[in-house]
């Protein structure tokens, strides 16, 4: 690095282009097969530029997992407000927990999955995926008070419901991308019933 | 291998160790940094004997996890008859979603986070996985239907109920490995609330 930051020259385009070719890069190899090399092939400047700024693999994909909670902290920031708690809830559950088991960005969760692994015994990667569980509990929390504020919920406890659903988002990744069981129908739709019987106001 | 199977020499007692050596070596090493010299290092025996049994590291491994399981369906089949329904469901609970966020075999199930991440790309974890869910939920289903039958439970759905309950363990295993987000206190006390309001009868 020097004073000018990281990218020098049109600084946001080339960490744009460093991050978009490294999302394609890891949903055709996944993480274990990834290399610098193959980062750069999707690239497209130099490959000599990615080994200018990153110490290695690790350290690129750091930054592109930072790059990414930007990237949904920005989108939740643009429509916090602007829609009521049941639908905020329900769209990020649509994302998240999908009933068919089919996400629409399977590659890139699948690379996901093998990254946040990586957290069981590496600490920057642990840093990262903690610092986004708790961003995305704190979103939840925030939308679970919201719905108990207006009466649309139930008064249940946003920071212990959020807790659960963050848990239950966890798992049905972690299941998808690591398994063929026929579960997340029937995931889902169990789901469904909590959400309906106990976070759903009953007027 | 030959006729006599992998372990011709005191058979089971061979396998035993070469188990309980994968053991020691995972929880120490975790998968990454995992090798057939240093799951040779805890076996009593040659570490050639281990190159002889198997083609490699991921080989041993897949033999390991068929172990493991064998012995939860082991264990299982000798309780199965013996306790009510609500014994079994809290036991299974208090060991895949532990209040406290502290399992007591840490490291191993570290070590599993890691070794299921490789089912995200490899065909022959991803089968393995697959079984396992499946007989995780098939031993759930079977808890949920027993509770149903007796009326120790209301009248849910046992394989929604039970697909449910594996992803919420596979998250909670998943969040406990990869994160230092204090969720898991909040999440299983909701996981108590959804139990006791829409699982055990009200009688």
Redesign the interface.
Known sequence: MNDHGPFPENPEDTRTAIMEATFQALCEH?Y??LTIQRIGEKFPKSTSLLYHHYEGKDDLLLDFLDHMLERFEERELSTVSQTDPEVRLCSYLNHA?PSDGQPSNADFL??L??L??????NEA??QH??R???RF?EYLAGVVSDGVADGTFRDV?P??????L??????????W?????E?????R???D??IE??ILSDE
Chains 1, 2 share one sequence.
């Open positions: 996944g274990a097969n927990v699948k690379a999955v093998e946040r692994a990586q957290a069981a015994h990667y642990r995926f903690t986004t569980q708790e509990h406890n920071k212990e419901v959020a807790s659960f963050v848990t239950v988002a966890s798992g049905s990744m972690f299941s991308a690591t398994t063929n069981a579960t997340a129908e029937g995931a739709a169990e789901l019933r909590y019987k106990l």
